[in-house]
Each structure stands twice: as structure tokens, then as C-alpha cells.
T-cell receptor
């Protein structure tokens, strides 16, 4: 399965600022996803990062708040914009290769907004 | 968004005991996956199930794809301290669907 490097692993940010999270994969993958995991909760899909086109956002998530880039088949970024304490969560990158075994997750970015 | 109903939410057991958890849904799923998440890490895939009725093992772990395609269970036999963590079920609704739907998770705590 693919190996994912996600950066930063954690950060503490001031409210009103923005943070960009990077996801680098060691092989070309067809699908890349961004998830949010609020404290003590399950994973919620934010969006599917599409190579060469705008990301596909899930209900409740908008591009202005969570802009996503995917310039190629191995890299994507998620920006959390104009942060508030409610954005404090773990943000996870995930990729899908061939078959279900391709659903691999990065180690996550633990974000605290103060 | 849609979630799978996973139970129990938490378990407190003695080392050596067997563990069982399950996920149910009102909808049919094409694929069931079981993940484990350790603190500070992303979920790691344990078992993937593709066919209704399929029973698959991975060491001390056994999982089954329910015959109705609306449920799945995970069993862990003879638990050890490193089994501690949060277990998530996840499902893929239909062939070609790229998104996963997750259960709420089962937090497993083991008393030595």
C-alpha cells in the first residue's frame, strides 16, 4: 500500500489565521481524500481532492473555509482558513489505490486553535 | 453525514479475554473494512471484506461480512495489551463508490 507523509504533524494556531497541511504520497494514486476527526469522534469526510480540477466537497464543508489543491497524482494540500477554536481537530489525508487495500491514511495533523 | 452504527462504544476487558464488536446499517454495503487507530496516528487497515457471508482472519482477528450486506463484526481472540486502541468499521456503499462511511468507533481498554 501507499506510504503517506503528512505535514505538519501538529500545530497550535491563533484564531483568525490559516494553516496549510501537506500530503505527499510515495506513488501515484487515483483518489485522495481529506478527513476531519474531532476530539473523541469518528472520521468525517471533508472533500475528495481531484487532480487538475476543483475538489468535491461534502455537505457542510465549503471551499472558502477548506481550500484544497491537488497539482499532481502524488501531492495535495488542505488549508484551514480563518480558524476558530471549533476547528481544533485532527485532519487526515487518505488515498485509494487499487482495491480496498488501497485505502491508506496519513498519520494526521493535530490542530489546536487558541 | 451518514454513519454506520458501531457498538459497543467502549470496552474494558482483562488481558486474555476475547472481544467482539459490530457495525450495522439500514443500507446495503458493497465492502466492509475494519481499521485500528492508535493515539497520534491515522487509522490502519486490519481486514477488508468484499462478499456477503465472507469470513476473513488476520492473526487473532476475525471479521465477517453479514449475509444481508447490512452488517459486519470483528472479533479479537486472546487480547493482549497492544490491542488497546480505537477500532472503526468503514463501508463502501456500492461498486465504484470511492468514499468510505465510518462507524463511530469502539474504544478498547485492556486491564493487564
Amino acid at each position: 500500500s501507499a506510504v503517506i507523509s503528512q505535514k505538519p504533524s501538529r500545530d497550535i494556531c491563533q484564531r483568525g489565521t490559516s494553516l496549510t497541511i501537506q500530503c505527499q504520497v510515495d506513488s501515484q494514486v487515483t483518489m485522495m481524500f481529506w478527513y476531519r476527526q474531532q476530539p473523541g469522534q469518528s472520521l468525517t469526510l471533508i472533500a475528495t481532492a481531484n487532480q487538475g480540477s476543483e475538489a468535491t466537497y461534502e455537505s457542510g464543508f465549503v471551499i472558502d473555509k477548506f481550500p484544497i489543491s491537488r497539482p499532481n497524482l502524488t501531492f495535495s494540500t488542505l488549508t484551514v482558513s480563518n480558524m476558530s477554536p471549533e476547528d481544533s481537530s485532527i485532519y487526515l489525508c487518505s488515498v485509494k489505490g487499487q482495491g480496498a487495500y488501497g485505502y491508506t491514511f496519513g498519520s494526521g495533523t493535530r490542530l489546536t486553535v487558541v | 453525514g451518514q454513519q454506520l452504527n458501531q457498538s459497543p462504544q467502549s470496552m474494558f476487558i482483562q488481558e486474555g479475554e476475547d472481544v467482539s464488536m459490530n457495525c450495522t446499517s439500514s443500507s446495503i454495503f458493497n465492502t466492509w473494512l475494519w481499521y485500528k487507530q492508535d493515539p497520534g496516528e491515522g487509522p490502519v487497515l486490519l481486514i477488508a471484506l468484499y462478499k456477503a457471508g465472507e469470513l476473513t482472519s488476520n492473526g487473532r482477528l476475525t471479521a465477517q461480512f453479514g449475509i444481508t450486506r447490512k452488517d459486519s463484526f470483528l472479533n479479537i481472540s486472546a487480547s493482549i495489551p497492544s490491542d488497546v486502541g480505537i477500532y472503526f468499521c468503514a463501508g463502501q456503499r456500492f461498486q465504484g463508490a470511492q468514499k468510505l462511511v465510518f462507524g463511530q468507533g469502539t474504544r478498547l481498554t485492556i486491564n493487564p
